[in-house]
């Protein structure tokens, strides 16, 4: 079975903080993909990444970016957290299109 | 562009009941579709998948049926049990092989003994 971990379940940081959230997925897919999800807007695409080294804006790619420096790992930064980044942030990988394997995700509050 | 609309939830049921969530869709070409679950406090997990018109997607008792000329993905389940209560997702992907998928907003579904 596919395994995507997430460093953190829960995780509290203060407004202006640095934020690192890592991802490992263990089926070496090409495709990892970094989402927030909130009540009653479903899952948004923040940004993904195809490849080592390569990555795409989502849809809501401000005040995040990404780095993936191995195929397995794929991590979201947040330069200076905000209120308004409190959330469940999910990771999942893939192969094939749209069959998406996601991690437990991590809720995230910023105070 | 693409998007997926799901009927509002919350959907609550008494266990053995006929599930229905209906989800339509808009999007350019053919896309393939899917229906996630999100159990509490867990990721999503695919839980069936149609790739083309009047294909049938199915597992675990759920089913759906890739209906073009409604734009539609109805999800199904003829007799629901309490374990089936999470929430479930609707997406499509292009075709295409591109990775983006859309998802639904959700519908959460609860059912009771």
């Known amino acids: 079975d596919v395994k995507v971990t997430q460093s953190s379940r829960y995780l509290v940081k203060r407004t202006g903080e640095k934020v690192f959230l890592e991802c490992v997925q263990d089926m070496d897919h090409e495709n990892m993909f970094w989402y927030r999800q909130d009540p009653g807007l479903g899952l948004r695409l923040i940004y993904f990444?195809?490849?080592?080294?390569?990555?795409e804006k989502g849809d809501i790619p401000e005040g995040y970016s990404v780095s993936r420096e191995k195929k397995e790992r794929f991590s979201l930064i947040l330069e200076s957290a905000s209120t308004n980044q409190t959330s469940m942030y999910l990771c999942?990988?893939?192969?094939?299109?749209?069959?998406?394997?996601f991690g437990p995700g991590t809720r995230l509050t910023v105070t | 562009g693409n998007s997926v609309t799901q009927m509002e939830g919350p959907v609550t049921l008494s266990e053995e009941a006929f599930l229905t969530i209906n989800c339509t869709y808009t999007a350019t070409g053919y896309p393939s579709l899917f229906w996630y679950v999100q159990y509490p406090g867990e990721g999503l997990q695919l839980l069936l998948k149609?790739?083309?018109?009047?294909d049938k997607g199915s597992n675990k008792g759920f089913e759906a049926t890739y209906r073009k000329e409604t734009t539609s993905f109805h999800l199904e389940k003829g007799s629901v049990q309490v374990s089936d209560s999470a929430v479930y997702f609707c997406?499509?992907?292009?075709?295409?092989?591109?990775?983006?998928?859309?998802f639904g907003t959700g519908t959460k579904l609860q059912v009771i003994p």
């Open positions: 990444s195809y490849d080592v080294k390569m990555k």
């Open positions: 997406a499509l992907v292009n075709s295409g092989g591109y990775q983006k998928v859309t």
């Open positions: 999942a990988s893939s192969e094939l299109a749209g069959e998406q394997y």
């Open positions: 149609a790739t083309k018109a009047d």
